[in-house]
């Protein structure tokens, strides 16, 4: 049985009050692109699947890039004139500027401001924000509550560091039959967003179970990373082995409400960007197919020109389109369980047909073979030719090598699942066999 039609099996509902658990249990946890938070969101995956955690050290040059500082930060908090806490990272890790350096200090109001940022446009949200590579400190607070601070005498503290110690990402691989491998990756750098990271981060913790132990073509690697320096840092450490990597997704803000998204691969027409065009046609959401581009997330650097590899990135909502992006309207409540697991079930699908995309050889290629005498022709409805028995004539017709089964589904209109089965029939009835090279 293929993965798709097992995982079909499975409980849709179910699968998605875990997938939503899992991101509800990784939500709390104050992540950023090094330290501990991002070490504990690792642990928490490799609770799931095998996973390598490789540490690299802070000054390791990767291509024009340097591993940066580690960032760990235990408390944060503004206290205002009367001395109590305003606004606290103990409530929200989104109250401090992601990278902030240490600082404790007393300050005026007007001095204060140039580190506070807020959305005059939500003013109930609280912003994300980062300083990763320029050192600074800040807070991030809802606009509602700017306005409310008086003048006066104000307090901060940020009980960072930002010290020599390592980048730290997690790598899972799965072997299969083939070397030739299945890139899947996701950022796991952002604090409190379950969208953008989480989602990504749990649907591919349950596609690495899902796959792990089955029996694969191609095999798979997992990396669990944070964003752009990570990507930077796996490419320069490998890059004497992507060759190897046929496909690969990159998967991200995959759990909210609206329907797909799939961005092409740098080169437009790969087998992973015919694939999931396929998947999503022939699913119930609607979708839509975006078109390159050099900005986003690790697809740029998978798709650098130095390195040009065929892989995509899959969303629901695309990055920075939707209001809630990078501010605390992100939460647990804009995922939600069911697009969740049917964003799992199109991973599912798509890793499906990258599976059993071959190319066969019609064994009896002059004129038709006798269908009927072998009982391959038997049409059970009304209908003057079933899907089924087109399938099984779009199959032998176009077996010849060259056409994979994806170029004969696409060219039937059929969907792939049967144009798959009518092989596997043909197979068995020996009027196919599979073309070695593919
Ligand atoms: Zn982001």
Not at 167 to 173: K, R, S
Not at 394 to 399: A, K, M, Q
Not at 400 to 424: K, M, V
Request: one cysteine or more.
């Amino acid at each position: 049985m293929g993965f798709l039609e097992e995982f079909d099996q499975t409980d849709l509902v179910a699968a998605g009050k875990e997938l939503h658990g899992f991101a509800a249990e990784l939500f709390p946890i104050c992540r950023s692109i090094t330290g501990d938070g991002l070490r504990r969101t690792l642990a928490l995956i490799r609770e799931r699947i095998p996973l390598e955690t490789i540490e690299v050290p802070t000054g390791t040059i990767v291509f024009d890039w340097t591993v940066p500082k580690e960032w760990n930060v235990r408390d944060a908090y503004i206290k205002g004139p009367d001395g109590k806490r305003i606004v606290d990272f103990q409530q929200c890790n989104l109250h401090v500027v992601n990278y902030s350096a240490p600082v404790h200090a007393n300050m005026t109001l007007s001095e204060l401001k140039p580190h506070l940022f807020t959305l005059p446009d939500t003013p109930e949200w609280i912003p994300y924000r980062t300083s990763y590579y320029q050192e600074n400190w800040g807070f991030c607070l809802s606009h509602n509550q700017l306005l409310t601070l008086e003048d006066g005498d104000y307090s901060v503290s940020v009980d960072s560091t930002l010290e020599d110690g390592h980048l730290t990402y997690g790598e899972c691989y799965l072997q299969g039959r083939s070397t030739d491998e299945v890139l899947i990756s996701c950022h796991a750098c952002h604090p409190s967003l379950a969208n953008d990271n989480l989602s990504g981060l749990a649907v591919a913790t349950y596609l690495a179970q899902y796959l792990s132990g089955g029996d694969l073509r191609y095999s798979y690697r997992f990396l669990f990373i944070p964003g752009t320096i990570g990507a930077i840092t796996w490419l320069a450490r490998n890059r004497a082995n992507v060759d190897r990597i046929r496909h690969g997704l990159v998967l991200t803000c995959i759990g909210d409400q609206r329907g797909f998204h799939y961005k092409k691969s740098r080169c437009g027409d790969a087998e992973i960007d015919r694939v999931v065009a396929h998947v999503l046609r022939h699913q119930d959401e609607p979708f839509e197919m975006l078109e390159f581009s050099p900005y986003g997330y690790d697809e740029r650097q998978y798709c650098s020109p130095g390195f040009n590899l065929p892989v995509g990135c899959l969303m629901r909502s695309v990055w920075g389109s939707f209001p809630q992006y990078h501010t605390s309207a992100d939460n647990l409540d804009f995922i939600q369980p069911l697009p969740l697991a049917r964003s799992l079930r199109v991973c599912v699908a798509i890793v499906d047909l990258l599976e059993n995309n071959r190319r066969y050889c019609n064994q009896n290629p002059y004129c038709e073979p006798q269908l009927g005498r072998r009982d391959l022709y038997r049409s059970t409805g009304g209908e003057a030719i079933s899907q089924e028995i087109s399938a099984r004539l779009w199959v032998l017709n176009l077996s010849d090598g060259q056409h994979s089964l994806l170029d004969i589904a696409e060219r039937s209109g059929l969907p792939f699942s049967t144009i798959c089965d009518a092989a596997d029939l043909l197979s068995e009835n020996g009027l196919l066999a599979v073309e070695p090279r593919s």
